[in-house]
């Protein structure tokens, strides 16, 4: 690692003990740190450059850097098939060449039987009057995290010579959050035990945000030892470890004091909504925290809110519930609010008055905010401003995005009088459509665009109440009546999907069953999926939404509880729930014409329902077949290593996939040969056995053909006549792309053309 200063164009070299060979990388992420974890190539923070020198010494600035040793960690090969140039000073170790000149990487796969490597933080000190460096100093960490394998997961600076770093031990079960800074001689202090902050397994998801100010890039004196964290802690209850309810939580970093902020009651003094009652309470399940804005005291995330009433009463479900929105909690007055449920309208008010009031951030929250049927932003993408005084918010309507930019209020002062409560407070300063897209919008009027229809049962488990919602996406023409008319595609464990809006029609039906069922003109962004149902009149389906609610002993909801995390096992279980669902209750739709399409761990899912459920036709894209064998970051961010090895033949059955259940089911199985994250050896595996299940199908008999007219007492005098016997009633199909990854982002069309050709063999389309 070096750096290379405007007025100084020489690199000055600041580590020397990176080494390729080894596998040692300074500053440099992996795979692992790059894909999965910091989700950016490099890993350096640097500390505030003192604005003002000290008398006795010039101003500094401090570096730190995350060190990677990965020489312990077993060594893949992943071999190139592209033209290659062979180099006389390459690192014969890490590119190798055959006959053909064809070459091979190598990199390190840990898994759960190895080493996943040793990281370490440095810090180096920079004068920045002199431009000199010192020698990089190691940060010592708390004893609980150095004494074990663990995970760097977030470093931030929140004074010029001061930082917060939060360390995952290995089985992914706890974060640990130090405080580290140059008075200490960068030995860190434990602050708290967290729920881990890397397992990305389900929702609700653990973030930690660190407060910024104008007054500094950190934190002003009143915010910069503020914390704000959304998630749960390990706590100490008679000297066994607890989990704290999931809410939201301010870490003081030099009182060492959390305080948690209940966002999910109805205090009170709540507001009374226009029918004279108190507004039905609501769980806030939140998914991402965005950020602090640390004058006024707010804080910004997307989550998605479950409001009880409405399905205690069977009433129908609006699409805000369960749907992601954007949210701000107030920590003076208490209150929270959805902000992309009211955008829209908060957007009409401010262009006809612009002193109206849009969101009192003084007056709480009622149901949704809005009538259910209100045209309402459908995320697709936000931006907070660094201090969090501004967001630029893209909606979707239709397939249409707008994009808006928003100035939030700015109280300078967070101590409030009884006259200020009073008073109103609009979160929304000002709102201005930066983007409308009328051109493209007219240019689409006319156009035969998919509908939606959305189902939303519950299954009940135990302790738990889980709320799963379906997303049909449609041909215009749909009919629920018939029996069996549609060809069906579902998509399985889907990554995190943004939905669009076509106002304003929507319908509502109950079944006799009492699933509440609802639509309203929705569907995602999905280009090649809106081509497939536009043009082939088949149904596209994905898990859009799922809640998880704890229930009582007596099997009522717990308000006071906090949302469970839900573990692997209730996953699977919840997509059989899901296909069985479908089978009897969506009776339009022809299980006989039904392919399921997935990757990754959604590929996973795909083997393991066909292989399980009378469906016959399966899409994997670069597939987990055996999770004991992948990359132990990937495993153990689903499931607990310790409990696996206490029980190893039970969790067996349910991490790998039998191929001899696959033998008589229609398969196509995509997978490029550079995948780091999901290796192709897994796929090729499974092939083979397929191969060899087939080849074992192929029987010969012999039988005897006795010709009546020979005379002759015994058969052996006649000539055997061979009957081969062979019925192929399935097909399996491998695609390889060669020399690509995991997105196999070079290859799409083909991927695309290749799915569908698969899709018309196995599925009648009109």
Request: charged letters at 20%; a negative charge.
């Amino acid at each position: 690692m070096g750096v290379n200063r405007s007025e100084n164009p020489m690199l000055i070299r600041l580590t020397k003990s990176g080494s390729i060979k080894q596998s040692i990388y300074n500053g440099f992420n992996d795979y692992i740190y790059r894909d999965l974890i910091f989700r950016r190539p490099t890993s350096i923070w640097s500390s505030l450059i003192e604005n003002e020198p000290n008398r006795n010494r010039n101003r500094r600035q401090f570096l730190c850097y995350l060190e990677i040793n990965n020489s312990l960690v077993p060594i893949r090969r992943i071999p190139i098939y592209s033209d290659v140039h062979h180099d006389d000073n390459s690192d014969e170790q890490w590119q190798n060449y055959d006959e053909d000149n064809r070459s091979s990487l190598n990199y390190r796969y840990p898994t759960i039987n190895s080493s996943i490597g040793v990281v370490n933080l440095w810090i180096i000190e920079i004068d920045i009057d002199s431009n000199r460096f010192s020698e990089p100093i190691r940060l010592i960490a708390p004893d609980v995290v150095s004494k074990q394998e663990h995970y760097v997961l977030q470093v931030d600076w929140i004074q010029q010579n001061r930082l917060i770093v939060v360390w995952s031990d290995r089985n992914q079960q706890q974060s640990i959050l130090g405080i580290c800074d140059q008075q200490s001689q960068w030995r860190c202090e434990r602050l708290a035990i967290m729920k881990n902050l890397l397992q990305i397994k389900h929702i609700p998801n653990s973030h930690l945000v660190v407060p910024s100010s104008r007054n500094s890039t950190i934190g002003s004196k009143a915010s910069q030892n503020q914390l704000i964290y959304a998630g749960q802690f390990l706590v100490t209850d008679q000297k066994d470890l607890q989990l704290s309810p999931l809410k939201l939580y301010s870490i003081n970093v030099d009182k060492k004091s959390i305080k948690p902020y209940h966002i999910n009651r109805v205090e009170a003094n709540d507001d009374i909504d226009s029918n004279g009652s108190l507004p039905s309470s609501s769980q806030i399940q939140i998914e991402e925290l965005l950020g602090y804005n640390s004058e006024s005291r707010l804080i910004f995330f997307t989550g998605k809110s479950l409001n009880q009433t409405n399905f205690d009463s069977l009433e129908d479900v609006p699409e805000q519930d369960i749907r992601s929105n954007l949210f701000v909690y107030s920590i003076d007055f208490g209150t929270i609010h959805c902000i992309s449920c009211q955008l829209i309208r908060c957007y009409q008010m401010k262009q006809s008055d612009r002193s109206s009031i849009c969101i009192d951030l003084r007056r709480s929250v009622t149901r949704n905010e809005n009538d259910p049927n209100e045209i309402a932003c459908i995320l697709k993408e936000i931006h907070l401003s660094f201090l969090s005084e501004y967001a630029i918010i893209t909606c979707l309507s239709g397939i249409i995005p707008k994009v808006y930019l928003i100035k939030f209020i700015t109280i300078q002062n967070n101590q409030f009088t009884e006259k200020d409560r009073i008073q109103k407070f609009d979160l929304i300063d000002r709102i201005i459509l930066f983007e409308e897209n009328s051109p493209l919008e007219a240019r689409i009027a006319n156009k035969m665009m998919p509908k939606v229809e959305n189902f939303v049962f519950t299954r009940d488990n135990d302790d738990i109440l889980k709320y799963l919602r379906i997303k049909l996406l449609t041909p215009s023409n749909f009919q629920s009546e018939g029996s069996r008319k549609y060809s069906f595609l579902f998509e399985m464990f889907p990554p995190k999907i943004n939905h669009h809006f076509v106002p304003p029609s929507s319908r509502s039906t109950r079944p006799e069953n009492g699933i509440s069922v609802f639509q309203i003109d929705h569907y995602p962004d999905l280009e090649w999926a809106i081509h497939l149902v536009t043009e082939h009149n088949l149904i596209y389906a994905w898990l859009d939404g799922q809640f998880y609610q704890p229930t009582t002993k007596e099997g009522e909801m717990d308000e006071n509880d906090s949302i469970q995390e839900i573990s692997f096992d209730e996953l699977i279980d919840d997509y059989s729930t899901l296909i069985e669902f479908i089978q009897t209750n969506l009776t339009f739709i022809n299980i006989d014409q039904t392919c399921l399409i997935g990757q990754n761990v959604g590929g996973f899912f795909v083997l393991n329902s066909i292989a399980t459920t009378s469906i016959q036709c399966g899409i994997a894209i670069s597939p987990i077949i055996d999770w004991t064998v992948i990359n132990s970051c990937i495993f153990e961010q689903y499931f607990d290593l310790n409990r696996i090895k206490l029980n190893g033949s039970e969790y067996r059955s349910r991490t790998m996939i039998d191929p001899k259940q696959l033998s008589h089911k229609n398969l196509l199985i995509i997978h490029g040969t550079s995948n780091e994250l999901f290796p192709i050896s897994q796929t090729m595996r499974l092939f083979k056995s397929l191969t060899m299940n087939e080849q074992n199908r192929f029987e010969t008999k012999a039988s005897w053909n006795i010709d009546p007219l020979v005379s002759s007492t015994s058969p052996s005098t006649q000539s055997p006549s061979i009957e081969y016997n062979w019925t192929v009633d399935h097909y399996h199909f491998l695609e390889l792309y060669i020399d690509d990854g995991n997105d196999l982002s070079h290859v799409l069309e083909h991927l695309y053309r290749k799915i569908e050709f698969f899709i018309f063999q196995w599925i009648v389309i009109e």
